[in-house]
T-cell receptor, first 115, second 117 residues
Framework: NAGVMQNPRHLVRRRGQEARLRCSPM?????VYWYRQLPEEGLKFMVYLQKENIIDESGMPKERFSAEFPKEGPSILRIQQVVRGDSAAYFCASSPGDRVYNEQFFGPGTRLTVL | AQKITQTQPGMFVQEKEAVTLDCTYD???????LFWYKQPSSGEMIFLIY??????QNATEGRYSLNFQKARKSANLVISASQLGDSAMYFCAMWGAYNTNAGKSTFGDGTTLTVKP
C-alpha cells in the first residue's frame, strides 16, 4: 500500500537548467497538489490537478513553471531556466476526492538546490 | 481570500504534559475543512487530524484533539501527554469542501514544538 512517491528526493541544478519533479499519487487517488516550502517557512500552494486537467494554478509563478497530470504516468512539475530563488523543497500531495473533506497525503518531497 | 495564522513560532513543553498550539483562520467560504500536519526534522508531512466546519463535535485522534471554536475562528491543536517524538514543526491548514475549493489550500507558517525530557 504505497504512499505518495516523489522522485528524485534531491535534485541539483545549475542556473538556467531545467528541473523536472515527479509525483505518483497514492493508489486510487485522482487529485494531485503541488506545494513549495522555502527554508524555515510554511507550505505555499502552487497548483491543483486532476487527471489531464489543471483545476487551480493560482499559486504558480506566471513564467518558467508548469505542471501536468497525464492520463497515464506521474504528475510532473517542470521548472525551466532555474534561478537560485527556486531552491526549495517541493511537496506533492494526493487525495481521493470522494469525500466532503479530503485530507491530503504528502510525499517525502524533492529538495531542489540551484547552484 | 483564506488566511491561517499561527502566532507561536516556537513552543516548549515538558514530557508527559499537555500542550495547545494555536491556530486562527479567516475565510469567506461557508464550508471548509481545517487540518493539522506534523513535520519532523526528517521533512515529511504527516496528517494528524481534521475538523469539518459543520461538524458538531471536536475531532479527536488518539492523543490529538482539535479545539474548534467556530465563532472565534480558531482551531487549536491539543496534544496530551507529550512525548519526545512529538518534537516537530506543526502546521495548521484549511481548504474547501468536495475539492471544489481544495485548490485554495492555505497553510500557516507553523509552530516548532520542542518536548523537554
Amino acid at each position: 500500500n504505497a504512499g505518495v512517491m516523489q522522485n528524485p528526493r534531491h535534485l541539483v541544478r545549475r542556473r538556467g537548467q531545467e528541473a523536472r519533479l515527479r509525483c505518483s499519487p497514492m493508489k486510487g487517488h485522482s487529485h494531485v497538489y503541488w506545494y513549495r516550502q522555502l527554508p524555515e517557512e510554511g507550505l505555499k500552494f502552487m497548483v491543483y490537478l486532476q487527471k489531464e486537467n489543471i483545476i487551480d494554478e493560482s499559486g504558480m509563478p506566471k513564467e518558467r513553471f508548469s505542471a501536468e497530470f497525464p492520463k497515464e504516468g506521474p504528475s510532473i512539475l517542470r521548472i525551466q531556466q532555474v534561478v537560485r530563488g527556486d531552491s526549495a523543497a517541493y511537496f506533492c500531495a494526493s487525495s481521493p476526492g470522494d469525500r466532503v473533506y479530503n485530507e491530503q497525503f504528502f510525499g517525502p518531497g524533492t529538495r531542489l538546490t540551484v547552484l | 481570500a483564506q488566511k491561517i495564522t499561527q502566532t507561536q513560532p516556537g513552543m516548549f513543553v515538558q514530557e508527559k504534559e499537555a500542550v495547545t498550539l494555536d491556530c486562527t483562520y479567516d475565510t469567506s467560504d461557508p464550508s471548509y475543512g481545517l487540518f493539522w500536519y506534523k513535520q519532523p526534522s526528517s521533512g515529511e508531512m504527516i496528517f494528524l487530524i481534521y475538523q469539518g466546519s459543520y461538524d458538531q463535535q471536536n475531532a479527536t485522534e488518539g492523543r490529538y484533539s482539535l479545539n474548534f471554536q467556530k465563532a472565534r475562528k480558531s482551531a487549536n491543536l491539543v496534544i496530551s501527554a507529550s512525548q519526545l517524538g512529538d518534537s516537530a514543526m506543526y502546521f495548521c491548514a484549511m481548504w474547501g469542501a468536495y475539492n471544489t475549493n481544495a485548490g485554495k489550500s492555505t497553510f500557516g507558517d507553523g509552530t516548532t514544538l520542542t518536548v523537554k525530557p
